[in-house]
C-alpha cells in the first residue's frame, strides 16, 4: 500500500474535536441570536443570514484537514466520516447551550414554541391532522429529547448530507502555489 494512502485516524479525531470545539461555538452563538432575536427582528436576520456559515465552515476545516493531515489526498468516506465527527463535536457545545436554556432559563420555550408552530399551521390553512399532532407532541417532550432530537440528530443528518456535495469539492480544491 502507498505510504501517502494510509490514513491515520489519530489525526482524524484530534482535528474533528479541535475543529468540533471552533463550529459548536459558532453554533451556540447562532443560537443565542436565535433567543435574543425572538425580540429584534435585526438579530434573527443576522440569524438567518449565518445559517450559511455552517457549510462554509464545513469547507474550511475540511480543506484544512486535508491539506495538514492527509497531503491533499483525502478519500471520499475519510471526509464523509470526518465531517460527521467535526458536527458531532460541535453538536456537545451547542447541545449545552439549548439543553441550558430549555430546562434552566426557559423552561417555557418548547412549548412556545409548539403553539406558534400550531398557529402557523392554522393561519396558513396548513391545519392538516399530523401537522397538529406533531406540534402537540413537541410541546410535551422533556428537554433531553428535545436536545437529542433537535440538536444531535439533527446536527447528525446535517454533517451527512452537507459532506456529499462538499467533501468533491475539497477533493478537486487545490491550491496553487507560486514559486
Given at each position: 500500500?502507498?505510504?501517502n ?16 470545539i ?6 451556540a452563538?447562532n ?33 484544512t ?19 460527521i ?5 460541535g453538536s ?5 447551550m ?48 428535545y ?23 475539497v ?9
Amino acid at each position: 500500500m502507498n505510504q501517502n494512502r494510509i490514513e491515520n485516524k489519530t489525526h482524524l479525531l484530534q482535528y474533528a474535536m479541535h475543529a468540533g470545539i471552533f463550529l459548536g461555538a459558532f453554533w451556540a452563538f447562532n443560537y443565542l441570536l436565535f433567543i435574543f432575536g425572538q425580540e429584534n427582528v435585526l438579530l434573527i436576520y443576522l440569524h438567518s443570514v449565518l445559517r450559511i456559515g455552517t457549510p462554509v465552515l464545513l469547507f474550511y476545516f475540511l480543506k484544512t484537514y486535508n491539506e495538514r493531515f492527509v497531503n491533499s489526498d483525502i478519500r471520499f468516506w475519510h471526509g464523509v466520516q470526518f465531517s460527521i465527527l467535526l458536527f458531532f463535536f460541535g453538536s456537545i457545545l451547542e447541545s449545552l447551550m439549548v439543553l441550558t436554556h430549555v430546562k434552566w432559563i426557559d423552561p417555557l420555550f418548547i412549548a412556545t414554541m409548539s403553539e406558534r408552530a400550531i398557529t402557523f399551521f392554522q393561519t396558513h390553512n396548513l391545519d392538516s391532522q399530523a401537522f397538529t399532532e406533531a406540534a402537540q407532541t413537541l410541546s410535551n417532550v422533556s428537554p433531553f429529547t428535545y436536545v437529542f432530537h433537535n440538536v444531535f440528530m439533527l446536527n447528525f443528518f446535517l454533517g451527512l448530507i452537507l459532506s456529499l456535495p462538499i467533501v468533491p469539492l475539497v477533493q478537486r480544491f487545490k491550491i496553487v502555489r507560486r514559486d
